[in-house]
């Protein structure tokens, strides 16, 4: 009490001017100071180890500053407008860099808290104190323990921590290369023999040195394309700008030994592939199946690669080892090379400067790896893992597992029993579906560290969602897309399932790769690539994409984000058969052409011809059970809008219909009490529901995936009342769904509709055509 009244009654003695001043600069006005005439003694205080710790903890040890008389008075005023505002920039700006300064008071500690989560890994536990303030915080992993909570988007974008003790072991910069591991060796082996340096792809790809008459040319120029059959792929496509007529020829036999693999490469590879191989391969052949012998051959080669025929029942884990051999083998030799130069580096004379030690990006990512789900991400490392374990005996060290398996991995019990759905359905949902994480490896030698900051990573295993939090949005302030400006192999798999998901995220990653970053985030220029000082990584970036089936959007992807000087291998086989030929039951199909002048007019004219040519055949009472099958959301929403305008009876199904609203759907369709049915290709996609009940179908546009269109059809089976000469099926198609309806009722028929201008009724009885 007595201090309180001896700051008012010293508040009392200030004039206006004085109080003013103590409001907007928190002191009095150095003109009204009592200056003393006696000078005042210095003391010289030694700071100790821990003096960086909150100002919280040093008050309540020791009391060393005594509380001015102009914070006495401080307190009793009401704190301005201005000085508010203030404190809440200081507040959310230590909350932002992770520290745990007193300032930011019980709000800033709890948001602190929940992002932070609980400690799970006991190892981890100390990374978590030694977090930063610099702008790499904002990227990489997405905790440093406790659950995950990068789908909650209350969080944000999560700090990622340092971890000081890994740091030094994982860095590039400060590592050599080590004489037992017998990679030191193979490097100088290979820079003296001047027929291993040319011919090895690696070294052959990123030495290249282009002219800007060669970068003009791939910016302006068309390519060339030659065509070629393989004996496994099938028909490729071989195009690019500089390399003109020039293609390659599958080799019938391939010895690992030739394929430049890195150590220990060669020796982890057949036996972590031999659950692929049969005893119908060759035994000068042992390691590869012919699918894996083709696509690595050219992986190997750096072009780009576009492969659409992955199958998760028959060839996609095939498929994910090759990307995985290639994807492992570009980052050991590029680290190699790192190691080795930092050996020669130190040895060398100080104040001598050579350029031969170019060996790094801007950034240290190498290889991005797009993949749909977690389960996906778990497999990956796994492969990583086997590939980097030459025995038994010398097991990797892999930082974080335990954490890795928690996140990443499923729990059997969670699946429902009893639920009974297709085999490429239950193939590719298997495992942790969750599709927004991403996660950073770093390998050096005989060890990884999983949950590596992205500046510190190799490897960036990401889903399209877990990127587009990260790169942010124009105008938002946490967001960060300078890690991926020196990324060489860009790996893309599953394509088709993220245009289920949502194609933008693809798009928006796609416009922010290999830019300049907007920081130089302690790179030695030194060490940098001319490649990428000029802004050039782009035309030496591989991109590897591998999906389901011909979609325009994924052809567009790879004919215009891709830039790869090497060129480019696509591979085009066409369907013989269409899906149609595995209708099962005997049902007259209409195809009914709509004609548009351009690819942007076609959405509005399948609009106004099914409202106005369609839909009026179908409102007739005995024309009831209409499912009208709608691949677009955006078209369901137009379609429903407009049902709900002229006050149709229909109900309807999406991908966001809640699972009550699904049941009472279905059953009022069943017994015939809606008379349409509006139903999306993505609910289709997620559940695979059966819809009984139907009689008429509506196919408002061709299915993305061919078999969808077969077993739409086959549900008409599941109906155990109805006449078979009343089933119909009507589908809207116009000349840019040449692709969706050659995988529907094969190529030859194909040709044949679209020349024509007329309808076209097919007839399909059982299973053939």
Known sequence: MGKRRGGRELLRSLSKRQKKHLREFGEEHPFYDKVSGRPEATQICELSETSDKSSGESDSETEVEQVSVYHKLLATLKTSPESESEEEEDESESEEAGESETEVGSEGSQELGEADGGAEDKNDAPAQEEATDTGEQTVGQEQADGPDTSCDPSHGVIEEFTD??????????????????GDCNADKRDSNSSQAFSEDPFKQHMNKELEEKEVEKMSTLPKTSSQSKWPRLGQLTFSSTLEKDKTLKADKEVDVKQLYLHKPLETTWPKVNKQFLSSVNKPSDPSFTPLQRELFFIMNTYRDLFYPERNALTNGEEIRHAYCLHALNHVLKANAQVLSNNAKRRDQKPGTDNDDYRDQGLTRPKVLMIVPFRECALRIVHIFISLLEVNDKRKIDVSNKKRFKGEFGSDPEEKPPNLKRPEDYEAVFAGNIDDHFRIGVAILQKSMRLYAPFYSSDIIIASPLGMRTIIGAEGEKKRDFDFLSSIEILIIDQADIYLMQNWEHVLHLMKHINLLPLDSHGVDFS????????????YYRQTLLFSALQDPQINSVFNKHCFNYVGQVAVRNVPLSGSISHVVVQL??????????????????????????????????????????????????????????????FTHICEYTKKAAVCRARRSFLKGEKHFLLFTERFHFYKRYTIKG????????????????????????????????????????????????????????????????????????????
């Open 588 to 649: 007259p199909h209409v195809f009914r052409r709509l004609e548009a002048e351009n690819l942007t007019s076609v959405i509005d004219t399948r609009f106004q011809f099914f409202v106005e040519k369609v839909l009026p055949e179908y409102r007739d009472a005995i024309m009831s059970h209409t499912l009208i099958y709608v691949p677009s959301y955006f078209d369901y929403v137009r379609l429903r809008n407009y049902f709900k305008k002229e006050d149709l009876n």
């Open 527 to 538: 060490r940098v690539r001319m490649l990428n000082l000029n802004n050039w990584s782009k």
């Open 164 to 181: 000081v003790k890994h740091e030094s072991e994982f860095s590039l910069e400060t590592n050599f290369m080590e004489e037992e591991s």
């Open 694 to 769: 139907i009689r008429n179908l509506i196919f408002y546009e061709l299915p993305t995936y061919s078999h969808f269109y077969s077993e739409i059809c086959n549900m008409m089976k599941a109906t155990d009342n109805g006449v078979d000469a009343t089933w119909t099926c009507t589908v809207l198609y116009s000349k840019y769904d040449a692709q969706k309806l050659a995988a529907v009722v094969g190529i030859d028929r194909t040709a044949q509709m679209l020349q024509s201008k007329k309808n076209v009724h097919l007839f399909v009885t059982g299973e053939n055509e």
